[in-house]
């Protein structure tokens, strides 16, 4: 009997055979022959399958549908509008996973399919080219049609962190590069599938079967693992950590050792200069004058005092390195000043200047600041390889510097702040594992950025009231603990109404909802998190919406452009902390005084800040 409809078999004990996903089965080929040997029309000869039959009799039907939706959902809005070359790497790499995903599934179908004995052949080839065109350039249609519709989207975002828009034109070759990059992945994910197939069928000469896939796979995945970490992984880290040991080195041209006795890398201090590595050389050479404070303030100032130390070498020991911090507590009697700021550093050993500058400005000059370089590794790379040194460094020194404060007469006791940026919030939050322990130990904090994976912001976060949005969390209607996205959610919530009365201590988290080091977590692969439900940050698209394993890649290649942003968006925490340093010290402070700090902080060297 002859068609020229497409026709449906059934066959097996049961009245069906299974198919099998092309992706896991052995036979493929001679599975695709049999259906093309079943197409004849009026005893004509056997048709050739076109491209498309043979591409997809060679591939995952699921993993190529998964694939593609993953592909499609990566150009929605995200926290940060991304360059066309981040937002390639980020589409490709959702592919990958939408693909493997599918693959998996279809696998799954497979084994489901064969207990049911259910096979399903579709006969007519020339039918079936029809139906393949008119998929493929639907597809294509719908690819443009939801691209563009991103578009729109990513170029909304940019306008909410006051970035220029992306062009038309960017925005093409993102997608041109991504479909580009996941072939070229892809390609390399094929090749060590055939390689392992390879494997088993010359091992299947020797082995039975099983064994021989069973080894074949571990033989693979051996191979892949050792490729992996100890040559891409090892051979980058290497070469990562060269490069920034060699910035380390490396301080800008301009720079002069302090002159007075009171900073780090002075004539007499315990840690010299040439030992400071760049980022606390920039930071000691910044130290102000009291006339530099008085420029701002309009009233009499004290010189601050200004201490860092370094590790001597590579090798960071976190109770040395706070013994010689000590020991420049001591020689410049920093104990002595009405407010003690312990600043945690980030990865390079950087101190933001905003931080450190405000309280310098708004105490008078009467403040001594603390910082520890643990590292020299940029923050991501830090994070990524060893996230507990910056805790073990910052908590240890909180808690040796409570213990210097404590020993002192009451009416003696300097005020301790702590403050940090990203690492260095991590870093000095590291002292408390919860809420309770930090009200009696502090007298004021400010911390930007925090990672999401600290215990302390963890904690708090989820003892949120309820009806408070995750972005900008209440606790205890803000009677100590408070977050803030802009400096007008310091006093309102993240819908504008009144808090409580500030109790002293005070401790502020500043915190941006557009972000993506505060909210990226592992957790986002196959778990909501309450920010995308909620919809409450005023700097990120309210069309942003999670999906499993995409959203994680999203969110991980923002942290590139974290600090891309302007400041007041991403991970630029800049004027605000003006505003959050007031209202943590309980002090007041102009406009004037406000934009005369701004302008002392942007007026420093661009290699300094």
């Known amino acids: 009997m002859t068609s020229r409809d497409p026709s449906v078999e059934v066959g097996g004990a049961a009245g069906f055979s299974p198919v099998a996903d092309h992706d896991v089965v052995t036979d493929e080929a001679s599975t695709d022959q049999a259906s093309i040997d079943e197409a004849s029309i009026d005893g004509a000869s056997t048709d050739e399958p076109n491209f498309f039959q043979r591409f997809l009799t060679r591939r995952s039907v699921a993993g190529l549908v998964l694939g593609w939706l993953a592909l499609l959902a990566s150009f929605a809005p995200s926290l940060l509008p991304r360059p066309w070359a981040v937002q390639a790497a980020a589409s490709a790499l959702s592919a990958i996973t939408g693909y493997a995903v599918g693959t998996l599934l279809g696998s799954v179908a497979t084994v489901v399919f064969g207990w049911l004995g259910v096979r399903v052949i579709v006969s007519d080839h020339r039918h079936r080219t029809r139906v393949h065109v008119v998929l493929w350039t639907l597809a294509a249609a719908i690819t443009v049609a939801l691209w563009f519709a991103g578009y729109r989207g990513r170029r909304h975002s940019a306008l909410l962190v006051d970035l220029p828009a992306p062009s038309l034109l960017s925005d093409a070759l993102s997608l041109v590069a991504a479909v580009a990059l996941t072939a070229v992945l892809m390609t390399i994910i094929w090749t060590v599938r055939s390689v392992f197939r390879a494997s088993r069928f010359v091992l299947g000469f020797a082995l039975p079967k099983p064994v021989a896939g069973l080894l074949a796979v571990c033989l693979l995945a051996g191979s892949v693992t050792w490729l992996t970490r100890s040559v891409i992984a090892v051979k980058g880290l290497e070469a990562l950590s060269a490069s920034a040991s060699q910035v380390n080195d490396d301080p800008p041209d301009w720079l002069r050792a302090p002159a007075s006795p009171l900073v780090s890398g002075s004539p007499g201090s315990t840690q010299p200069w040439d030992d400071l590595g760049r980022e606390g050389q920039i930071y000691t050479a910044h130290a102000p004058d009291p006339a530099a404070i008085s420029s701002i303030t309009g009233r009499d100032a ?199 009365e500030w109790s002293h201590p005070r401790v502020l988290f500043m915190q941006h909802p557009s972000d993506p080091i505060v909210w990226w977590d592992t957790s986002l692969i196959y778990r909501q998190p309450a920010w995308t439900r909620e919809r409450a940050g005023h700097d990120v698209d309210k069309d942003l919406t999670w999906y499993p394993l995409i959203t994680f890649w999203l969110t991980t290649v923002d942290l590139v452009s974290a600090n891309s942003s302007t400041g007041g968006h991403g991970h630029r925490y800049r004027a605000e902390l003006i505003d959050g340093w007031a209202a943590v010290l309980g002090v007041s402070v102009s406009t004037a005084e406000k934009a005369a700090i701004v302008s002392s902080v942007e007026s420093l060297d661009p290699d300094g800040e």
């Open 302 to 500: 004290k010189r601050p005092i200004r201490l860092y130390a370094a590790p001597e070498t590579g090798d960071v020991d976190p109770h040395e390195l706070v013994q010689a911090i000590v020991k420049e507590i001591r020689r410049t009697g920093a104990l002595d000043r009405k407010y003690l700021n312990v600043v945690g550093t980030t990865g390079s050993g950087w101190v933001d200047e905003y931080n450190v500058r405000t309280v310098e400005a708004l105490t008078d000059g009467h403040v001594a600041t603390v910082a520890v370089q643990y590292s020299f590794l940029p923050s991501v790379v830090q994070f990524l390889t060893n996230r507990t040194l910056p805790a073990q460094v910052g908590g240890e020194l909180v808690r040796t510097v409570r213990a210097l404060i404590d020993r002192r007469p009451a009416a003696e006791r300097p005020k301790l702040l702590l403050s940090g940026e990203s690492l260095g919030a991590l870093s000095t939050e590291a002292a408390f594992s919860r809420a309770d322990q930090v009200l009696p130990a502090v007298d004021g904090a400010l911390w930007s950025g925090t990672p999401n994976s600290t215990p302390l912001w963890r904690s708090l976060t989820a003892s949120r009231q309820r009806g408070s949005p995750q972005v900008a969390p209440v606790i205890d209607n803000g009677r100590n603990f408070r977050f803030a996205g802009n400096p007008q959610q310091i006093r309102h919530d993240a819908y504008g109404r009144p808090l409580g």
